[in-house]
């Protein structure tokens, strides 16, 4: 979870976060900043989906906070274009909607979009729902690595993610006695970016 850094431990996720909000209303953008103000971690911000989708390419954040309603390029056809992109259709998304937008959560939700966000909202919601996300990937790293490793049983993912964590598993058993293997061998042998690797 994200704490502040005066309270930070080793139990406590010991990568810094980065959070991108894509949000064409600065006052939004002045709440999420004060809701991560004293966290490790690292801020982006985007005033329309074209700002936003540039920045995720170049910085590739584990987070983006996505308003639905904005010029130039919406948060929806921001969404499908990082749902088409390799490298950033695995990175989280929460969207940020007007009670009138309601109607595009539907839509969102089948995107892939983690969670979602009323407004007006304040900065304790946003850090409980974010907090939650990624305690929630924390968790299922963990039973990844004790379940997926130790017996080979891949419970609660999908057919992709199986495939994707067979194909690994099958690299990584060919390779386990050669002392150059490294990350950056397993992700050439994967076809995919050390990042996505790891966000993966």
């Known amino acids: 979870q994200l ?28 709440i999420v900043k004060r809701a991560f103000s004293g966290y490790n971690c690292k801020l982006f911000e985007a005033g329309n989906g074209v700002e936003g989708l540039a920045i995720a390419t170049k910085e590739k954040p584990d987070l983006i906070l996505l308003d639905v309603t904005m010029p130039v390029m919406t948060g929806m056809e ?3 274009k990082l749902k088409e992109e390799p490298e950033l259709k695995e990175i989280p998304v929460i ?34 729902r ?21 017996d080979g049983r891949t419970t609660e993912l999908g057919s992709a993610d199986e495939r994707f964590l067979e194909k690994a598993k099958d690299i990584l058993d060919k390779h386990l006695s050669d002392p150059d293997f490294r990350v950056e061998s397993l992700s050439r042998h994967l076809g995919i970016s050390r990042m996505q690797l790891y966000r993966k």
Do not use: C
Request: zero cysteines; a positive charge; glycine letters at 2%.
């Open 95 to 128: 969207m940020l909607t007007a009670e009138s937008g309601k109607e595009n959560v539907t839509k969102a939700v089948m995107m892939g979009v983690k969670d979602y966000i009323i407004k007006p909202f304040d900065s304790n919601e946003l850090q409980i």
């Open 130 to 150: 974010i907090r939650n996300l990624i305690a929630q990937r924390k968790r299922l790293q963990e039973q990844f690595n004790r379940n997926f490793f130790i």
């Open 78 to 80: 921001m969404l499908a």
């Open 3 to 30: 704490v502040p850094l005066r309270t930070y431990t080793h139990e406590d996720v010991k990568m810094a976060y980065s959070v991108l909000t894509t949000d064409d209303s600065a006052t939004i953008r002045k």
